[in-house]
């Protein structure tokens, strides 16, 4: 069966919603791995369990803070190739395209971003993504023997492994990038969280115009 | 002599409906293509960071068909010095890695390069993955999505905002750069530009050119194989509940309920 190495991503500790998405995906593709840069709590580890995850292993890197995307891509690179992954799932987004496509680069896999949907017909991938701002529907099949994938959020409803039960084991390890000549981050601040979900991962947004008069608790108590 | 060289694509019009070929590629007809409006945002950074840095120098570079021409010539009228074309048949049905492997031999081909710069994606692939791949395969730091883009002592330091926040990112040159829509109008060409640029040089390059191997690239390279393309139905318009006398909050719980 094949490995599906899923990006992870926790919040305050907690699996966030696009990584149960995921491995919901990656449960139809084959045995899920999941992969989380940083630490991870026995409670997100029974939640990637339950999830589907069969191990988890759990990487920190020195190199991170300053590195733009390099850094990353060069751990998720390793790990998919540690754990003989034929398939790496990662949250589509700016900061994830760039880093999947470094990934796809360091594997010599076919990249993918923005996927909907993603299938295993007689052993080749087929994902399906939508372009042209919503007018167009695209099929295409992988001719790699490895893929990277970006998948929207919302595009899979998550749900548990009827079969999960088991806590995976963390295997924790740290992963050293040396690099060339990179460009270097100097300086974060980090976006302010508002508490509630983020506007991407929203599968209904609810707007107040300008007859809430600046005084948003209806609004908020509708959605 | 620094030179500030600016990747370009010739996209179909946005505003246009877009058509697929029977091999599911997009339909690049000769009129009709205009220069990606995210790529204007990168040849007016080259034209800021030419008046910066002394004897500095701006090139337009593209890949395409004889047709994508049209963005390079645009380029030239904004004020590019002069500008390169990369077409050959085998590009045709290149995926990004194929023409990041054209670009990178065409950037390594001319002299002087200190700046690749990019827009932050096409308006017809939409991947926004090509500047980090070009960096990769020049072995050039990268400095992408850059909304301000500042030179200092020993080189590039851009802003770059995103979900993670704003960072502050620094590099030495040569270095490859992309910036967003956030960093700056575009000027208008100038009347002098526009009649300039008519006299300004575009050069053709073809595989030979480069050295590139035509096995490397083209839609037989291409890691991905597009199977079908169906045209979505277009959404139905919303429905707009106009209030006069409150009766419109019914309708809207009774329309929340049943979806």
Known sequence: ?223 | MPRILTCVKSVPDPADEVAFTADHTIERPASGVVLSPLDEYAVEQALRLREALPGATVSALTVGPPPAEGALRKALQLGADDAYLVADEAITGSDVFGTVQVLAAAVRSLPDVAVVLCGMSSTDGDLGVLPALLAEALGWPLLSMASVVTITETGLQIERTDEVGTRTVEATLPAVVSVTDQSGEVRYPSFKEVMAAKKRTVTTLDLAALGVEPALVGAGAARVQVSAVTRNPDRPPGRVLLDHDGSSVDELLAFLTAN
């Not at chain 1, 998919?80 to 594997?107: F, Q």
């Not at chain 1, 695209?138 to 039960?165: C, F, H, I, Y």
């Open chain 1, 1 to 223: 069966m094949s490995t599906i190495l899923v990006l992870a991503s926790l919040t305050a500790g907690e699996v966030d919603s696009p990584t149960l998405e995921l491995l919901t995906l990656a449960r139809d593709l084959g045995a899920p791995v999941a992969l989380v840069v940083g630490d991870v709590p026995a409670a997100a580890a029974a939640t990637l369990g339950s999830y589907g995850a069969t191990a988890v292993h759990a990487v920190d890197c020195p190199q991170l803070t300053a590195s733009l995307v390099t850094a990353r891509a060069a751990l998720v690179t390793e790990m998919a190739t540690a754990t003989g992954a034929e398939v790496v799932l990662v949250a589509a987004g700016t900061e994830n395209a760039e880093m999947a496509a470094l990934a796809a680069a360091g594997l010599g896999a076919a990249l993918v971003t923005d996927a909907v949907a993603a299938s295993d017909v007689d052993g080749s991938l087929h994902v399906t993504k939508v372009v042209w701002a919503g007018q167009h529907t695209v099929e295409a099949v992988v001719q790699t023997p490895r893929a990277v994938l970006t998948v929207k959020p919302n595009a899979v409803a998550p749900s548990p492994d009827p079969m999960g039960g088991c806590v995976p084991a963390v295997e924790t390890r740290v992963f050293v990038h040396e690099a060339a000549r990179e460009a270097v981050v100097t300086a974060l601040v980090p976006s302010a969280a508002t508490g509630g979900p983020k506007l991407t991962e929203a599968s209904v947004v609810v707007a107040g115009g300008r007859g809430t008069g600046g005084d948003f608790g209806a609004v908020t108590e509708l959605a």
